[in-house]
T-cell receptor, first 117, second 113 residues
Framework: EAGVVQSPRYKIIEKKQPVAFWCNPISGHNTLYWYRQNLGQGPELLIRYENEEAVDDSQLPKDRFSAERLKGVDSTLKIQPAELGDSAVYLC???????????????FGPGTRLTVL | GQNIDQPTEMTATEGAIVQINCTYQTSGFNGLFWYQQHAGEAPTFLSYNVLDGLEEKGRFSSFLSRSKGYSYLLLKELQMKDSASYLCAVSLDRGSTLGRLYFGRGTQLTVWP
C-alpha cells in the first residue's frame, strides 16, 4: 500500500515569492493534517481536514497561508508571500478516521523542505 | 499553553538499553504517542498509551503515568539503525483542540558501535 505522498521534496525560493505544496493521503483516509517542523523541533499542526472540511485551522497563519482539500482527497498548502521565517519542513499526515474516544495513528509523508532566501 | 519536555540528546552503545523520558503539562489529555523520525524522513508511529502502565512491543516499550504527567520509551538491544529522533506527542481532549497532537522537541538518540 502506498504511503502519504508529498511533492516537491525540496523547494528553494526567494522571500516574497509564492509557494505551494501538494499532498496525496493514503487511500481511504478521511482525515488529513498539515504540520510545520522547524529544525530541532517537533511538528506543529497547521490545519486538520475531515474529508473536505477544515475542522481545526486555528494555528494556520491566515494572512499568508491557505489550504484546500478539494473532493476530500488531495490537498494543497500555499504560502503567499513567503518570508524568511517560513523555512521549515512541511509535513502532511493522514489517518483512517478521527474518533473522539481514541485518537487514530497518523501516517506521515516525507515532507517538503522549504528554504526561503 | 501546552508544555511537553524531553531531553534533547542521548547516546548509547549497541546492545544496550536506553530510556527516553517525556513529561507533559497540558490542558486535557487523550493519550500519548511516541514517534521515531530518522533524519530527513517522515515520523513513524511507535506506540500509544492512554491508560497507566507499560505497553510492550518487541524491543520497544512505552510507559505512562497520568497522575505524574510522565511517560518513557524504553529501547532494548539497541541497534545502529535505532539512531534517530524520538518524538513524544500528547493528544488533547477538549473543545476546539480535541484530538490535536502536541509534539515535544524530540530526543536525538545516537547509537555507537
Amino acid at each position: 500500500e502506498a504511503g502519504v505522498v508529498q511533492s516537491p521534496r525540496y523547494k528553494i525560493i526567494e522571500k516574497k515569492q509564492p509557494v505551494a505544496f501538494w499532498c496525496n493521503p493514503i487511500s481511504g483516509h478521511n482525515t488529513l493534517y498539515w504540520y510545520r517542523q522547524n529544525l530541532g523541533q517537533g511538528p506543529e499542526l497547521l490545519i486538520r481536514y475531515e474529508n473536505e472540511e477544515a475542522v481545526d485551522d486555528s494555528q494556520l497563519p491566515k494572512d499568508r497561508f491557505s489550504a484546500e482539500r478539494l473532493k476530500g482527497v488531495d490537498s494543497t498548502l500555499k504560502i503567499q508571500p513567503a518570508e524568511l521565517g517560513d523555512s521549515a519542513v512541511y509535513l502532511c499526515a493522514s489517518s483512517l478516521d478521527w474518533g473522539t474516544r481514541r485518537p487514530n495513528e497518523q501516517f506521515f509523508g516525507p515532507g517538503t523542505r522549504l528554504t526561503v532566501l | 499553553g501546552q508544555n511537553i519536555d524531553q531531553p534533547t540528546e542521548m547516546t548509547a552503545t549497541e546492545g544496550a538499553i536506553v530510556q527516553i523520558n517525556c513529561t507533559y503539562q497540558t490542558s486535557g489529555f487523550n493519550g500519548l504517542f511516541w514517534y521515531q523520525q530518522h533524519a530527513g524522513e517522515a515520523p513513524t508511529f511507535l506506540s500509544y498509551n492512554v491508560l497507566d502502565g507499560l505497553e510492550e512491543k518487541g524491543r520497544f516499550s512505552s510507559f505512562l503515568s497520568r497522575s505524574k504527567g510522565y511517560s518513557y520509551l524504553l529501547l532494548k538491544e539497541l541497534q545502529m539503525k535505532d539512531s534517530a529522533s524520538y518524538l513524544c506527542a500528547v493528544s488533547l481532549d477538549r473543545g476546539s483542540t480535541l484530538g490535536r497532537l502536541y509534539f515535544g522537541r524530540g530526543t536525538q538518540l545516537t547509537v555507537w558501535p
